[in-house]
């Protein structure tokens, strides 16, 4: 079966860094998104990975190695605004999207 | 630009009532998507739609039903609604999905619609 996986729940303080791994076991692999979704609202794209390596943008940043099957999210100089969900979702062979369950990350000042 | 507008936000529905959700975008995407989100479990698709007029299942489709006649508009119906279906839904849009990857498959939410079945 297909499967994503990244950690329930993680808690970070104001100002400092974070990594939210996301592993993944799929058929196929066309891309690994990350989605940002604050509480009650809708997710919001993050960023995309299709090739092995880093992509930075601004104070995120995800990874990707498609050999072990793992992403991550880098997030630095933390804010509060920063307190949401992200979600991992892998695009499989078939171009369909599986999502992960979603991290849930806490700020504290 | 409102992006992708979903209507109602919030419904409480009696077991074996019926409803339709609404989606409507603004972006002249040809693709959209209902998904519902349920507590600890990722996003799952339960139909989508390539351009107007199609429709296709998605992971979940039992007891929903959709259609497509405008591009702009997708619409999802419980023609018996039961508890299971008490849930959060997504509506999404995107350009276009497939091989054209990149930026193309990124996925515009609207805002939600939460649905109580008692």
């Known amino acids: 079966g297909q499967n994503i996986d990244q950690p329930t729940e993680m808690t970070a303080t104001e100002g400092a860094i974070v990594q939210i791994n996301c592993t993944y076991q799929t058929s196929g692999f066309n891309g690994l998104f990350w989605y940002q979704q604050h509480a009650g609202e809708a997710p919001t794209f993050l960023s995309y990975n299709v090739l092995d390596g880093l992509e930075e943008k601004g104070r995120f940043s995800s990874f990707l190695s498609r050999s072990k099957g793992y992403s991550y999210l880098l997030l630095k100089e933390l804010q509060m605004k920063d307190s949401a969900s992200y979600l991992c979702a892998v695009m499989d062979s078939n171009y369909q999207l599986i999502w992960g369950a979603g991290t849930k990350l806490i700020i504290k000042p | 630009n409102a992006g992708v507008t979903q209507t109602p936000k919030f419904r409480v529905l009696k077991t074996g009532q019926s409803m339709t959700l609404l989606c409507a975008q603004d972006?002249?995407?040809?693709?959209m998507y209902w998904y519902r989100q349920d507590p600890g479990m990722g996003l799952r698709l339960i139909h989508y739609s390539v351009g107007e007029g199609t429709t296709a299942k998605g992971e979940v489709p039992d007891g929903y039903n959709v259609s497509r006649l405008k591009k702009q508009n997708f619409l999802l119906g419980l023609e018996s609604a039961a508890p299971s279906q008490t849930s959060v839904y997504f509506c999404?849009?995107?350009?276009?999905?497939?091989?054209?990857?990149?930026?193309?498959?990124?996925?515009?939410f609207g805002a939600g619609s939460r649905l109580t079945v008692l």
């Open positions: 972006m002249n995407h040809e693709y």
């Open positions: 999404a849009s995107s350009v276009l999905t497939g091989e054209r990857i990149s930026g193309a498959n990124v996925l515009t």
